[in-house]
């Protein structure tokens, strides 16, 4: 039942990884999880619930591992190693504006496991010199590009543009696609007036939302590498639907809660 579920998820071109336990007495057991349940028994429900999670961390990124918990899914144990197979292309990021941001972006995100494509009108800035981490540098303008795109939920896309003439058609198409992140450069007062604009232009105040502006998350960061830390920080808490405050500050247990999965 396992191998016609994960049949079907491959056919129809969904991301899945299969969890297979490599030791003790249910040596071979395997769980199947997809982006929204999972199918399966390891030997513990509790070790189920973190092969979930660990399993769809590594569908976000499109990569493998092996992984040690306890037999009750205690975070630090040898007791069962279980090997992930995530079955995901790596998700895209799309970083539009090759300035010095740009190149810190195209490094951090390469590191998070996303192919990254930095965009720029401007051939003198995108060049692969200039942006050598960047899987690709495209010159285009970046509203024409994104709109012929392939974007999904796992998609990030990163606007340093910064630049009205840029910004706002760009945001128009990014607010029309399923990203799962959208970010844009700028000052409070730089956003307001992008906002102003994109509602002069008819974007709803339920698409605005969406924008995250100023980009990253507040921790004060000044270069364009401790920005890119602050952006990629916050693309993984919007996938998690975390509020990214300090572990100390906070209630919630360390790693959301997963849903149990289901006998195959």
Same mark, same amino acid.
Not at 4 to 28: F, Q
Not at 106 to 131: E, M, N, S
């Given at each position: 039942?396992?191998?016609?579920?994960?049949?079907?998820?491959?056919?129809?071109?969904?991301?899945?990884?299969? *969890?297979?336990?490599?030791?003790?007495?249910?040596?071979?057991?395997?769980?199947?999880?997809?982006?929204?349940?999972?199918?399966?028994?390891?030997?513990?429900?509790?070790?189920?619930?973190?092969?979930?999670?660990?399993?769809?961390?590594?569908?976000?990124?499109?990569?493998?591992?092996?992984?040690?918990?306890?037999?009750?899914?205690?975070?630090?144990?040898?007791?069962?190693?279980? #090997?992930?197979?995530? #079955?995901?292309?790596?998700?895209?990021?799309? *970083?539009?504006?090759?300035?010095?941001?740009?190149?810190?972006?195209?490094?951090?995100?390469?590191?998070?496991?996303?192919?990254?494509?930095?965009?720029?009108?401007?051939?003198?800035?995108?060049?692969?010199?200039?942006?050598?981490?960047?899987?690709?540098?495209?010159?285009?303008?970046?509203?024409?590009?994104?709109?012929?795109?392939? *974007?999904?939920?796992?998609?990030?896309?990163?606007?340093?543009?910064?630049?009205?003439?840029?910004?706002?058609?760009?945001?128009?198409?990014?607010?029309?696609?399923?990203?799962?992140?959208?970010?844009?450069?700028?000052?409070?007062?730089?956003?307001?007036?992008?906002?102003?604009?994109?509602?002069?232009?008819?974007?709803?105040?339920?698409?605005?939302?969406?924008?995250?502006?100023?980009?990253?998350?507040?921790?004060?960061?000044?270069?364009?590498?401790?920005?890119?830390?602050?952006?990629?920080?916050?693309?993984?808490?919007?996938?998690?639907?975390?509020?990214?405050?300090?572990?100390?500050?906070?209630?919630?247990?360390?790693?959301?809660?997963?849903?149990?999965?289901?006998?195959?």
């Amino acid at each position: 039942m396992i191998f016609e579920r994960l049949a079907a998820a491959l056919r129809a071109d969904r991301p899945v990884a299969l *969890v297979t336990r490599l030791d003790g007495a249910h040596a071979g057991a395997k769980l199947l999880v997809s982006e929204d349940d999972a199918h399966g028994d390891l030997g513990t429900h509790l070790l189920n619930a973190a092969a979930v999670g660990e399993a769809r961390a590594l569908l976000a990124v499109g990569e493998n591992a092996l992984r040690s918990f306890g037999e009750h899914g205690e975070p630090v144990g040898v007791e069962v190693r279980l #090997f992930i197979e995530a #079955f995901a292309p790596k998700p895209v990021m799309y *970083v539009f504006g090759a300035i010095d941001f740009s190149r810190a972006m195209a490094r951090i995100g390469k590191y998070l496991g996303y192919h990254v494509t930095v965009v720029d009108a401007r051939p003198v800035f995108a060049t692969k010199q200039r942006l050598p981490d960047a899987d690709e540098v495209v010159v285009a303008w970046p509203d024409e590009f994104l709109s012929r795109a392939p *974007v999904n939920a796992r998609t990030a896309l990163i606007v340093l543009t910064h630049d009205v003439k840029f910004d706002i058609p760009l945001l128009q198409v990014a607010l029309r696609t399923p990203a799962g992140y959208i970010g844009a450069m700028g000052s409070r007062r730089t956003h307001a007036n992008r906002v102003e604009e994109l509602r002069r232009v008819g974007i709803s105040e339920q698409d605005l939302a969406r924008i995250s502006a100023p980009i990253g998350l507040d921790i004060g960061a000044r270069t364009p590498e401790e920005t890119a830390i602050s952006i990629a920080a916050e693309i993984i808490a919007t996938r998690e639907q975390r509020a990214g405050g300090r572990l100390s500050d906070g209630s919630e247990p360390v790693h959301n809660a997963r849903a149990p999965a289901t006998p195959a």
